[in-house]
């Protein structure tokens, strides 16, 4: 694929999470694909209705058509949109009451906003630092509900946890209350410009689990 195509591939996954689902961070539109822009192929192909034997594909025309026109008959293909229906309903409705649940913590002790996300007060100072060095991406995930972080795990795996992959209930994500350092987690997008600078600034945010989950980071790094 050309850096254009996959601009207009970046486009067009943005343009269906903005449209279909709840609460998900737009991806940054650099022609570059990389982790984060295979995740969220991976993602949409969930809510496109995809059995997991063909989330790993590479994306051709028959997945970009379905990108653009998700509830327009496809041949042979019913049970994957009744299916593909009923997870975007269920997104919707779980990201709601995540996103609920996490902004009534945001002005709590030991919890605050940075990119219009709930996370972990202690982070936010080398979050803004971060930015004074030059990343330019936001954060895309910060606390979470141990609930949303189960239900993400079957997303992607099947399973309530998937070792090396998603912690489910044992997240670093999920904050019902304020513990400050080093409990906390954050997904950010440019993640390896923000690697980099956690490095130059002395940061305790580290990111140790590699390809599988890039854009991840916390002070254990998993």
């Known amino acids: 694929m050309t850096k254009a195509s996959i601009k207009r591939l970046q486009r067009e996954l943005n343009t269906f999470t903005k449209k279909y689902l709840r609460y998900v961070a737009p991806l940054r539109v650099d022609g570059d694909l ?12 969930y809510y496109l209705g995809y059995p997991a034997s063909e989330r790993n594909s590479i994306p051709g025309q028959r997945f970009r058509y379905r990108l653009r026109h998700p509830k327009r008959p496809w041949r042979h293909d019913k049970t994957w949109q009744v299916r593909a ?3 975007r309903i269920e997104q919707r409705i779980r ?16 919890f605050a906003t940075f990119d219009g996300k709930t996370v972990a007060a202690w982070m936010v100072p080398w979050l803004q630092k971060s930015r004074a060095h030059g990343w330019s991406g936001w954060v895309v995930s910060g606390v979470r ?7 993400l795990c079957i997303r992607m795996c099947g399973a ?17 209350a304020s513990q400050g350092k080093p409990h ?39």
């Open 145 to 151: 509900t141990p609930s949303y972080s189960r239900y």
């Open 95 to 110: 990201a709601r009451k995540d996103h609920k649940a996490t902004a009534a913590l945001a002005h709590k002790n030991g």
């Open 34 to 45: 990389g982790a984060a822009t295979k995740k969220r192929i991976k993602v949409v192909k």
């Open 184 to 222: 906390g987690a954050l997904d950010v997008s440019d993640y390896a410009r923000f690697g980099r600078i956690q490095r130059e600034i002395g940061s305790p945010l580290i990111n140790r689990l590699g390809p599988r989950d890039p854009v991840h980071f916390s002070v254990s790094g998993n």
């Open 85 to 87: 229906a009923k997870r």
């Open 160 to 176: 309530p946890s998937c070792p090396g992959r998603c912690a489910g209930l044992n997240s670093n994500h999920n904050m019902l």
